[in-house]
């Protein structure tokens, strides 16, 4: 019963979804008004169906009923709960299920929330929302059901990948979808205002809470996903430029230029159309990150689901959504009239680089990403676009935006001078001729990408200070807090990258128990191998004993699991967090003459990348804090205000 | 089905690559003694693609031919061989699919390229939206 009632919450749910496009397109025809009022409750409804159905997924998981496919295929009664939770989205149909849910909770949400946007416009972009909904709804109602049973159930499921065992699955996907699919709003809203005609700074106010709150889950998302990836596949990479990483770095690259582009929207009334097309654009790359992972079209550590037909469906949904979307544009583009102007060298200007930048890249990417699998469609060549390509196109593209994000945040609005920039960060620029020198004498041989990007790091992380320079630190603006935060977090993920990519140092070894190996500043003995057993799987277990130079003896112990269903091997790293980097240490097979395969690295100041991406999301938090209540305030003023006239 | 039918061509094409019941071979998860060797070596290893995986270098794969890709790597750059002579021997025998690095031709170039369109075009549209501010 409990999927069958899904099944029918998810019906209804899109039924609903008809019915708000329909009673939208109907309310902003002359004469519709009265229907004005019914657009936000069925939106609202729609939102509260769509989780409802996506909670009977969970709980067909929870239960492991084994007569849903699904779950069958995807789960097992030995699969520990927090396995049999997170698995609901470990697999195709369940991850699009919680797309689509994410996509009408968030509806549901402008409905519920969005008190700045003028009438007509929330109408037409809860329709909007509703039509993007619709066929979303069709996709996963005709070509990936969820909740589809089977004639005869089997005894035992085929359980979940062991990869995606991990606590890293409950966090990662959820995070990066919300992110995603919340850039939907974004999209809805420009569709929304070109549709009545009303781009504007109150707009601009209205949107950016929504793109920000995104963006804060997306910058999370991909944060944690990287650092699953480092602890997870047990070679301590932490990025490899795979199309699945590349398909979640394109809409941030978009809701990053976005984020920055609304400001002056919202602050000088500049950047209409731009903005506008770039709302379009960083939704349209959620679609085709959705469309890259889940055809399988791609062949990559995280595509678990092959099968082309519903690669075409989504690929005819992304030309319809997109490609209406630019036309609505390119027709309405025209009447929207360019707002006020601004100097070459001004905070406009700086934010301008800043789009163009992050437009570059975000077009490196892309075509980087895609550019491989036209090749073989059209030639059958196979080519391989990789860290070679990526790091030198879009390497030096990105230290120059970080160089301008130092500068960008000390500049005036409308018009600036480039003397009195240049005195204002003339400090960072002193520590960054500092760090230059001192790299230089003390790591001489150093690559050029991690020199200049230590050497910006130190800069700009000074520079991202110094709006707070002189000024009364309490009553400073939470969202200016929260852009220098947000700036600083920059600043020290590229800092720990820079020196990941500089100094960590590797060894591998086949050692025999009671060796002892060196890995930079610690000694590493292996004292012995002993058999392990967990709740669904077996291991071999090491233990080692590291000591730092003459330090105290600590006990590490890296595992090599091997899960029956299916049969599969995963590394289980063991790493030791210090201050000043991380010890990563990974048990291998064994070579039959009593020797066992060890992988250690010492990886000095890595822990800055993910806690850099953490402050970056902090930091953004902290700004659609301030936002919020900022907006409150306001509102409760004009309301006193009218209550003192009235 | 496909990656299995590449990894059979590839053991039937070079027999010194992989049989599952060996031990893996030296230097497939062991250094090479002289650091700058190794370096140089593992500089190579992160811009080739091992062959039977979804989108791992032969640098940070478990599969066994990336194993016996690192032995080979290692071996050739220890008998002093240069690191692009190496991808380019690779390459001639797997295809452009096993280099990260995509070769520059006349089929990538719309590849190497885009950055620099997309840059020029940028900066366009940025100064022509400027000039035109300043007009009115």
Same mark, same amino acid.
């Given at each position: 019963?409990?999927?069958?009632?899904?099944?029918?919450?998810?019906?209804?749910?899109?039924?609903?979804?008809?019915?708000?496009?329909?009673?939208?397109?109907?309310?902003?025809?002359?004469?519709?008004?009265?229907?004005?009022?019914?657009?936000?409750?069925?939106?609202?409804?729609?939102?509260?169906?769509? @989780?409802?159905?996506?909670?009977?997924?969970?709980?067909?998981?929870?239960?492991?009923?084994?007569?849903?496919?699904?779950?069958?295929?995807?789960? %097992?009664?030995?699969?520990?709960?927090?396995? !049999?939770?997170?698995?609901?989205? #470990?697999?195709?149909?369940?991850?699009?299920?919680?797309?689509?849910?994410?996509?009408?909770?968030?509806?549901?949400?402008?409905?519920?929330?969005?008190?700045?946007?003028?009438?007509?416009?929330? &109408?037409?972009?809860?329709?909007?929302?509703?039509?993007?909904?619709?066929?979303?709804?069709?996709?996963?109602?005709?070509?990936?059901?969820?909740?589809?049973?089977?004639?005869?159930?089997?005894?035992?499921?085929?359980?979940?990948?062991?990869?995606?065992?991990?606590?890293?699955?409950?966090?990662?996907?959820?995070?990066?979808?919300? /992110?995603?699919?919340?850039?939907?709003?974004?999209?809805?809203?420009?569709?929304?205002?070109?549709?009545?005609?009303?781009?504007?700074?109150?707009?601009?106010?209205?949107?950016?809470?929504?793109?920000?709150?995104?963006?804060?889950?997306?910058?999370?998302?991909?944060?944690?996903?990287?650092?699953?990836?480092?602890?997870?596949?047990?070679?301590?990479?932490?990025?490899?430029?795979?199309?699945?990483?590349?398909?979640?770095?394109?809409?941030?690259?978009?809701?990053?230029?976005?984020?920055?582009?609304?400001? =002056?929207?919202?602050?000088?009334?500049?950047?209409?159309?731009?903005?506008?097309?770039?709302?379009?654009?960083?939704?349209?790359?959620?679609?085709?990150?959705?469309?890259?992972?889940?055809?399988? *079209?791609?062949?990559? =550590?995280?595509?678990?689901?092959?099968?082309?037909?519903?690669?075409?469906?989504?690929?005819?949904?992304?030309?319809?959504?997109?490609?209406?979307?630019?036309?609505?544009?390119?027709?309405?583009?025209?009447?929207?009239?360019?707002?006020?102007?601004?100097?070459?060298?001004?905070?406009?200007?700086?934010?301008?680089?800043?789009?163009?930048?992050?437009?570059? *890249?975000?077009?490196?990417?892309?075509? /980087?990403?895609?550019?491989?699998?036209?090749?073989?469609?059209?030639?059958?060549?196979?080519?391989?676009?990789?860290?070679?390509?990526?790091?030198? @196109?879009? #390497?030096?593209?990105?230290?120059?935006?970080?160089?301008?994000?130092?500068? /960008?945040?000390?500049?005036?609005?409308?018009?600036?001078?480039?003397?009195?920039?240049?005195?204002?960060?003339?400090?960072?620029?002193?520590?960054?001729?500092?760090?230059?020198?001192?790299?230089?004498?003390?790591?001489?041989?150093? %690559?050029?990408?991690?020199?200049?990007?230590?050497?910006?790091?130190? $800069?700009?992380? @000074?520079?991202?200070?110094?709006?707070?320079?002189?000024?009364?630190?309490?009553?400073?603006?939470?969202?200016?807090?929260?852009? =220098?935060?947000?700036?600083?977090?920059?600043?020290?993920?590229?800092?720990?990258?820079?020196?990941?990519? +500089?100094?960590?140092?590797?060894?591998?070894?086949?050692?025999?128990?009671?060796?002892? %190996?060196?890995?930079?500043?610690?000694?590493?003995?292996?004292?012995?191998?002993?058999?392990?057993?967990?709740?669904?799987?077996?291991?071999?277990?090491?233990?080692?004993?590291?000591?730092?130079?003459?330090?105290?003896?600590?006990?590490?112990?890296?595992?090599?699991?091997?899960?029956?269903?299916?049969?599969?091997?995963?590394?289980?790293?063991?790493?030791?967090?210090?201050?000043?980097?991380?010890?990563?240490?990974?048990? $291998?097979?064994?070579?039959?003459?009593?020797?066992?395969?060890?992988?250690?690295?010492?990886?000095?100041?890595?822990?800055?990348?993910?806690?850099?991406?953490?402050?970056?999301?902090? /930091?953004?938090?902290?700004?659609?804090?301030?936002? *919020?209540?900022?907006?409150?305030?306001?509102?409760?003023?004009?309301?006193?205000?009218? #209550?003192?006239?009235? | 089905? !496909?990656?299995?039918?590449?990894?059979?061509?590839?053991?039937?094409?070079?027999?010194?690559?992989?049989?599952?019941?060996?031990?893996?071979?030296?230097?497939?998860?062991?250094?090479?003694?002289?650091?700058?060797?190794?370096?140089?070596? !593992?500089?190579?290893?992160?811009?080739?693609?091992?062959?039977?995986?979804?989108?791992?270098?032969?640098?940070?794969?478990?599969?066994?031919?990336?194993?016996?890709?690192?032995?080979?790597?290692?071996?050739?750059?220890?008998?002093?061989?240069?690191?692009?002579?190496?991808?380019?021997?690779? &390459?001639?025998?797997?295809?452009?699919?096993?280099?990260?690095?995509?070769?520059?031709?006349?089929?990538?170039?719309?590849?190497? #390229?885009?950055?620099?369109?997309?840059?020029?075009?940028?900066?366009?549209? +940025?100064?022509?939206?400027? !000039?035109?501010?300043?007009?009115?």
């Amino acid at each position: 019963m409990i999927a069958e009632a899904g099944l029918a919450a998810l019906w209804l749910a899109a039924a609903l979804a008809l019915l708000q496009f329909v009673f939208g397109a109907m309310a902003l025809r002359p004469g519709g008004g009265a229907l004005l009022g019914a657009v936000r409750p069925v939106a609202v409804v729609q939102g509260v169906l769509v @989780a409802l159905a996506f909670g009977l997924l969970v709980l067909c998981f929870l239960r492991t009923d084994l007569s849903v496919e699904l779950v069958a295929r995807n789960s %097992h009664s030995a699969t520990p709960w927090l396995y !049999k939770f997170a698995g609901t989205w #470990g697999n195709h149909e369940g991850s699009m299920l919680l797309w689509v849910m994410i996509l009408g909770v968030a509806g549901g949400a402008v409905a519920l929330l969005e008190r700045r946007l003028p009438e007509p416009t929330l &109408i037409a972009t809860l329709a909007a929302q509703a039509v993007i909904g619709l066929g979303f709804y069709a996709f996963l109602l005709f070509a990936s059901n969820p909740f589809a049973r089977l004639a005869a159930p089997p005894a035992e499921g085929l359980s979940l990948n062991p990869l995606l065992q991990d606590p890293g699955l409950a966090f990662h996907p959820p995070t990066l979808y919300i /992110g995603y699919v919340g850039l939907s709003v974004a999209f809805s809203f420009a569709v929304g205002a070109l549709v009545t005609r009303d781009v504007g700074a109150d707009f601009a106010r209205a949107m950016r809470p929504w793109v920000l709150g995104a963006w804060i889950l997306l910058t999370l998302g991909i944060t944690a996903g990287s650092y699953w990836a480092y602890y997870e596949l047990g070679w301590g990479g932490w990025w490899f430029w795979d199309p699945v990483e590349n398909a979640s770095l394109m809409p941030w690259l978009a809701a990053t230029a976005l984020l920055h582009s609304v400001t =002056v929207l919202a602050t000088r009334d500049g950047l209409r159309a731009w903005t506008v097309m770039l709302a379009v654009v960083a939704f349209s790359m959620s679609m085709v990150g959705t469309f890259l992972v889940r055809s399988g *079209i791609l062949t990559s =550590v995280h595509a678990f689901a092959v099968d082309p037909r519903r690669g075409s469906f989504i690929l005819a949904l992304l030309l319809i959504y997109i490609g209406g979307a630019l036309a609505l544009f390119a027709l309405r583009v025209g009447t929207v009239r360019e707002g006020s102007r601004f100097d070459m060298v001004s905070r406009e200007g700086a934010l301008v680089v800043n789009n163009l930048l992050l437009s570059a *890249i975000l077009g490196i990417v892309l075509v /980087g990403t895609l550019y491989p699998l036209a090749v073989e469609a059209v030639s059958g060549e196979k080519l391989s676009v990789g860290p070679p390509y990526f790091n030198a @196109a879009a #390497g030096p593209l990105a230290l120059i935006l970080v160089a301008v994000m130092g500068a /960008g945040p000390v500049m005036r609005w409308r018009r600036d001078d480039l003397l009195p920039v240049a005195r204002r960060v003339a400090m960072p620029l002193l520590l960054a001729a500092a760090a230059l020198l001192a790299v230089a004498l003390l790591a001489p041989g150093i %690559h050029v990408l991690p020199l200049l990007g230590l050497v910006a790091a130190a $800069g700009v992380g @000074a520079a991202s200070l110094a709006p707070l320079w002189k000024r009364n630190l309490r009553r400073t603006p939470l969202f200016t807090w929260g852009m =220098v935060i947000s700036h600083l977090g920059v600043a020290v993920s590229l800092a720990g990258m820079a020196s990941e990519s +500089a100094f960590t140092q590797e060894t591998l070894v086949a050692s025999r128990i009671g060796e002892t %190996h060196r890995v930079g500043p610690y000694s590493v003995r292996l004292d012995g191998v002993e058999p392990v057993v967990g709740p669904n799987w077996t291991a071999v277990e090491a233990s080692l004993t590291v000591r730092r130079g003459d330090g105290p003896p600590t006990v590490m112990h890296p595992q090599a699991r091997m899960f029956s269903t299916p049969p599969t091997e995963t590394n289980e790293s063991a790493i030791a967090t210090h201050v000043d980097g991380q010890l990563y240490t990974v048990l $291998g097979k064994d070579d039959g003459q009593g020797r066992w395969q060890l992988r250690l690295w010492w990886k000095p100041f890595v822990t800055l990348i993910w806690a850099g991406g953490a402050l970056i999301a902090i /930091g953004g938090a902290l700004a659609l804090f301030g936002r *919020i209540r900022r907006a409150g305030r306001a509102q409760r003023a004009e309301r006193a205000t009218q #209550g003192y006239l009235a | 089905m !496909k990656r299995a039918l590449i990894a059979l061509a590839l053991i039937a094409a070079a027999p010194a690559l992989a049989d599952s019941s060996l031990p893996p071979a030296a230097l497939a998860n062991t250094q090479l003694p002289d650091p700058k060797q190794e370096a140089a070596a !593992k500089a190579l290893m992160v811009t080739l693609r091992c062959l039977v995986c979804q989108g791992q270098s032969i640098a940070d794969s478990d599969a066994e031919i990336a194993g016996d890709m690192r032995a080979l790597v290692r071996r050739r750059i220890q008998a002093g061989e240069k690191p692009e002579d190496i991808r380019q021997w690779l &390459i001639a025998r797997y295809g452009n699919w096993v280099s990260y690095a995509p070769p520059v031709e006349p089929v990538t170039w719309p590849l190497w #390229g885009a950055p620099i369109l997309l840059l020029v075009a940028g900066t366009v549209i +940025a100064r022509g939206s400027l !000039k035109r501010r300043r007009r009115t």
